[in-house]
């Protein structure tokens, strides 16, 4: 009887522990809704097929694409580039700068240009598996879009890759990288999304629709190109052959 009675209490201490302890079914709670503010507009050269843009500290740099045409170029925002370096042979894709290199990657030619970040001189070119989209970087590493769902991680000097992120959303284009987020245009749409870097979950998604005029969208293309502007929680976008830049804040939507 005392035996009984003991494997009956352990059976409910078992049972009682297994209770205290439930597993959690919670989804992840859904992306944030956000629309554009605009606070102001800037000239963009309306023949540049815009692949990246980036903020260095006061200096605007632009990645531009089309074989024949790409460029990578720097300069004060909304005013002719100071310097500029064309790249007849390839079709340049996104860009980004760490204090005194830049690199600029490509898109179905397998190589990143490494650039002096002041003359935008080519320093050296690697070769990498994939196609090329957008890049930035955060917290000693690359982060690399290749038009998938997938963000890479690549070593900021070799440009090896060290791991990635599924995001679980495709067609993902330019990058801009602000703390612990990845802030990415979707190709052929005018929504931008937040994603959280470690997990490549999206936390945010930003209806940028309406910046154009239909007379400027009639000679456009995609939106393509998000810097974030330093010291502030605004953000200069613009898209390819647009004729103009936007300074704008993400509010929420209610």
């Not at 064309?86 to 290199?101: A, H, M, W």
């Amino acid at each position: 009887m005392r035996t009984l009675m003991t494997m009956s209490l352990l059976l409910a201490a078992v049972l009682g522990g297994c209770a205290a302890a439930p597993v959690s079914d919670a989804a992840p709670p859904a992306p944030e809704k956000f629309k554009v503010r605009v606070l102001s507009t800037l000239p963009h050269d309306p023949a540049a097929f815009t692949q990246g843009l980036e903020f260095s500290g006061e200096t605007l740099y632009e990645g531009t694409g089309l074989v024949g045409k790409s460029s990578m170029r720097a300069g004060p925002p909304g005013a002719a580039p100071s310097v500029r370096q064309d790249l007849p042979d390839l079709f340049g894709e996104g860009i980004t700068v760490l204090g005194p290199t830049a690199w600029q990657i490509t898109w179905q030619d397998g190589v990143a240009i490494e650039r002096d970040a002041k003359t935008l001189a080519e320093l050296r070119r690697v070769n990498y598996t994939g196609e090329g989209w957008g890049l930035c970087h955060r917290d000693g590493q690359l982060v690399m879009s290749d038009g998938s769902s997938k963000l890479t991680f690549r070593d900021p000097v070799t440009f090896a890759p060290t791991g990635g992120v599924d995001v679980g959303r495709d067609q993902l284009n330019e990058l801009e990288c602000v703390g612990g987020s990845v802030y990415a245009n979707v190709w052929q749409t005018d929504r931008i999304l937040r994603i959280d870097a470690a997990t490549g979950r999206v936390t945010g998604e930003i209806d940028a629709s309406g910046l154009l005029t239909p007379e400027e969208r009639s000679s456009a293309d995609v939106l393509n190109g998000i810097a974030a502007v330093p010291g502030t929680d605004e953000f200069l976008i613009t898209g390819k052959l647009w004729p103009r830049m936007f300074r704008v804040k993400f509010v929420a939507t209610t």
